[in-house]
């Protein structure tokens, strides 16, 4: 079995989309739109066949969860780019363009290299080896 893919509602499709795209080399397939339902998405491809959907549709509520104190629920994804350096030149270039990190890089405890960054719209994403 393999997580076919995660989804996440989103304020600003096209925003996201440039942000995956650009950042993590993802590739959008053509948006897809129900006028009726006024529903939005696209799903992003990345190299290893994972996909996120991004969804945007008015009537969905902004999350309560706050970034920085987690709470219980799917809370990050994690996004490798193959090396330590990859994952510092990644981490250099998204500070440097304005983005967080809220962590690393850093070698944690069990092995793994990481930092940890906020997307445009605050979602917490992993960046590792």
Do not use: C
């Amino acid at each position: 079995m393999k997580i076919e893919h995660i989804a996440m509602w989103v304020r600003n499709l096209e925003a996201m989309k440039d942000f995956y795209t650009t950042y993590f080399g993802a590739i959008a397939n053509e948006k897809y739109s129900n006028p009726k339902k006024l529903f939005e998405s696209y799903f992003l491809k990345f190299d290893d066949g994972a996909r996120l959907e991004i969804m945007k549709m008015p009537t969905i509520p902004d999350s309560t969860n706050d970034v920085y104190s987690q709470s219980m629920g799917l809370i990050h994804f994690a996004i490798s780019v193959g090396s330590r350096e990859n994952v510092d030149a990644l981490t250099d270039r998204l500070r440097q363009d304005g983005y967080e990190v809220v962590d690393g890089p850093r070698q944690t405890g069990d092995g793994y290299y990481e930092s940890v960054i906020l997307d445009p719209e605050q979602n917490r994403i992993e960046i590792t080896i």
